[in-house]
């Protein structure tokens, strides 16, 4: 068993873990050279209510001891930086997430948010306690910023913090020169996601 472990979920009434097959083997590739596990779990039937199956898969995790680092993944996310460490986006006793500004219509300012399509966690009480509360909150509203990712920022105020854009940058919300994890939320349908992700590998 390693220090740090990724974790990505789908549900199987949906096409979007078809982008599995970009992600999990990438992952795998990933984690043989950073020496991290992974959890990759496909099952459930997705609901009106978001995506609430990936908070109990984070609070199991945070229950080993020797995973000091935790980290979620949406299968339209895909590491395009394997030299880089995923430990490293993961804040000393804290939730780190990226900002995303929706400012072009039809979003505005109001909408800004942070992004739960890349979550990186540190492995302490507090985290713990705050996905704890996390969990509490089911199902959240469907008012922005939207269900579980709602809840998260209002039970979150003093664990979850902003993180560089780099861990979840996603095209012009959340910009990065660097990136080491490109996130394709809301980028089109799931067939667009599939080939731009490929094309970011270079498949």
Not at 30 to 48: A, R, S
Not at 114 to 140: F, H, M
Not at 173 to 193: A, I
């Amino acid at each position: 068993m390693n220090d740090a472990i990724i974790i990505q979920h789908a549900y199987e009434n949906t096409p979007y873990h078809n982008l599995l097959k970009i992600t999990a083997p990438r992952i795998v590739e990933y984690c043989l050279l950073h020496k991290t596990d992974f959890e990759l779990v496909i099952n459930g039937e997705v609901t009106k209510n978001g995506d609430w199956a990936k908070v109990p898969l984070i609070r199991s995790a945070l229950e080993v001891p020797q995973y000091k680092y935790v980290i979620y993944l949406d299968p339209d996310t895909v590491i395009v930086d394997m030299t880089a460490d995923l430990r490293d986006g993961c804040p000393p006793e804290k939730i780190g997430l990226c900002r995303h500004v929706l400012t072009s219509p039809p979003y505005s300012a109001e909408l800004d948010h942070l992004n739960i399509g890349a979550i990186y966690l540190s492995n302490c009480e507090a985290v713990k306690q705050t996905v704890d509360r996390w969990l509490a909150g089911y199902p959240g509203m469907s008012d922005p910023p939207w269900w579980e990712q709602g809840v998260l920022a209002e039970v979150g105020s003093e664990t979850v913090v902003e993180i560089d854009a780099k861990w979840n940058a996603t095209g012009k919300v959340n910009p990065s020169p660097n990136p080491v994890v490109l996130g394709f939320h809301g980028q089109g349908d799931v067939k667009q996601r599939f080939d731009d992700m490929c094309r970011a590998i270079g498949k």
